[in-house]
């Protein structure tokens, strides 16, 4: 049996290269499927995220229009009725506000 040492030579390189667990993503070929829809489910939660705090924050300037302060915590503009019921944070997620600025975001539970 002959071996042409070159051509498997070039194949373990080629091998290797495929298998990098290192690599960033979307440069290789065979994770696209992954990477997109990784990105994907990233994008969706950005954007959950960026719609509740966008419904909630004109909420707040009601309330304090209206009642000369920010509210002490969420729950208060349910209890008076600016709000039908608390945000639901997507998942991964958790609502926080400041009372005393009166800003609002959903930021990464821990």
Not at 25 to 34: D, F, Q, R
Not at 75 to 85: H, I
Not at 93 to 100: E, T
Request: hydrophobic share 40%; glycine share 8%; with cysteine.
């Amino acid at each position: 049996m002959r071996f042409d040492l070159p051509a498997i030579a070039a194949a373990a390189a080629l091998f290797a290269a495929c298998g990098a667990k290192d690599a960033p993503p979307g440069t290789n070929p065979v994770n696209a499927p992954t990477d997109y829809l990784g990105a994907v489910a990233k994008g969706k939660k950005k954007s959950e995220s960026t719609l509740g705090a966008l419904q909630v924050a004109p909420v707040i300037q009601q309330f304090e229009a209206a009642e000369g302060r920010f509210p002490k915590s969420l729950q208060e503009m349910v209890d008076k009725g600016y709000l039908s019921a608390l945000p639901e944070a997507p998942q991964g997620m958790k609502a926080s506000y400041d009372p005393q600025t009166g800003a609002f975001s959903f930021t990464p539970a821990k």
